[in-house]
């Protein structure tokens, strides 16, 4: 009896005829975001079974294959792939047999990239910012961006003239010079790496006044005097030099 029943059912199975027209909606996707969710609709074919979708194979963008749930998740019922890391996916329609039609099956593939971040730049946007040696330091945060990525700072040129915080970009000056400094927001599950920079130049500061002390309002000539010339003030480590511009052919200088 049971192998008359399966040959009666194989008979009814060969006489079911073949669909036709199924298929999805857009047979090849773009990409899609990260943390987003997509849905692409299966349909046609004649028959009234009911259809189901799968995940058949996921793999990360490199190629290699992951375990199962690590790129995206499927709705059973409705085809929406929500996407949970970059990746690529492959996503299996299935439509039932019914009285009267075989089942059908299509296939898609689908690609998950990370998003580009939102505009990044510094408060001060300018490419170029002069500041004065006597400020000491100088702050010019980033603001924007998208993600959780952490923030830093660096110098990529000009570090025998100054260093930063990395954490806080505030950049305190050594000596007059050119550095360029760059801000990175690091990528996270869901956006891309970015970046800014700008570049500082240092200028020479304005020494304080440099003059002499205890200077007396004429000096009487004498065979063997000589007047000592004291002086104060100034800023840095420069060489004092004392000349004459005027006069010389009435004083010796030594």
């Known amino acids: 009896v049971k192998n008359m029943i399966n040959g009666i059912l194989d008979k009814i199975y060969k006489e079911r005829i073949e669909q036709t027209g199924f298929s999805f909606e857009d047979k090849n996707p ?7 969710k997509y849905t692409n609709i299966a349909s046609g074919g004649e028959g ?18 992951v375990a199962a749930g690590s790129i995206a998740v499927i709705d059973s019922v409705s085809g929406e792939v929500t996407f949970l890391n970059p990746g690529i996916v492959t996503v299996k329609a299935s439509k039932d047999v019914d009285d009267v039609y075989l089942g059908a099956t299509d296939e898609y593939t689908v690609k998950a990239i990370k998003k580009s971040q939102d505009e990044f730049k510094f408060e001060n946007s300018n490419s170029e910012i002069n500041v004065n040696y006597a400020s000491k330091t100088y702050l010019n945060a980033v603001t924007g961006g998208s993600g959780e990525g952490k923030v830093t700072y660096s110098i990529i040129s000009g570090n025998d003239f100054a260093e930063i915080d990395s954490e806080t970009g505030v950049v305190t000056f050594i000596k007059a010079g050119t550095v360029v400094v760059m801000a990175v927001k690091a990528a996270d599950a869901n956006y891309e790496e970015i970046s ?11 020494q304080t006044t440099l003059e002499f002390v205890d200077l007396p309002d004429k000096i009487v000539y004498s065979d063997d005097g000589a007047t000592v010339l004291e002086y104060t003030g100034g800023s840095g480590n420069g060489e004092v030099k004392i000349e004459i511009i005027s006069g010389n052919e009435y004083v010796i200088l030594d």
């Open 30 to 36: 773009v990409d899609q975001w990260v943390a987003e």
């Open 48 to 65: 009234t079974g009911a259809v189901t979708y799968t995940i058949t194979a996921e793999t990360d963008i490199y190629g290699n294959t």
């Open 196 to 206: 800014a920079q700008y570049t500082l130049i240092i200028e020479k500061a304005d």
